[in-house]
């Protein structure tokens, strides 16, 4: 059974970073697109962040600021946010995908809030 759990979310202040951690189970890790996702309330769910063996790809509204990193010995994604703005608040969900076989696993979501 595959599990995605993500965690590190909270409340900071504008200016401040946060680290995000997505733990991954029961899949071939390494073979997987890992992203980012985040929701804020009333909005569509956008990609924030993309790791793949060929590198990363970021939202415009976050380049410079987001770094994604994976560790594929210990089946692990990060998203390190720095420089955090108000409008980063929302949901953020960790998300694996294989295409090749049709996989697309979500993780619950971790609440990020960001105060002015």
């Known amino acids: 059974q595959v599990h995605l759990v993500e965690s590190g979310g909270g409340l900071v202040q504008a200016g401040g970073s946060l680290r995000l951690s997505c733990a991954a189970s029961?899949?071939?890790?390494?073979?997987?697109?890992m992203n980012w996702y985040r929701q804020a309330p009333g909005k569509q769910r956008d990609l924030v962040a993309t790791?793949?063996?060929?590198?990363?790809n970021y939202a415009d509204s976050v380049k410079g600021r987001f770094t994604i990193s994976r560790d594929n010995a210990k089946n692990m994604v990060y998203l390190q946010m720095n420089s955090l703005r108000p409008e980063d608040t929302a949901v953020y969900y960790c998300?694996?995908?294989?295409?090749?076989?049709?996989?697309?696993?979500w993780g619950p979501g971790t609440q990020v809030t960001v105060s002015s």
């Open positions: 790791i793949t063996i060929g590198g990363t």
């Open positions: 998300n694996a995908n294989r295409r090749a076989i049709r996989a697309d696993y």
């Open positions: 029961g899949i071939i890790f390494s073979s997987y697109t």
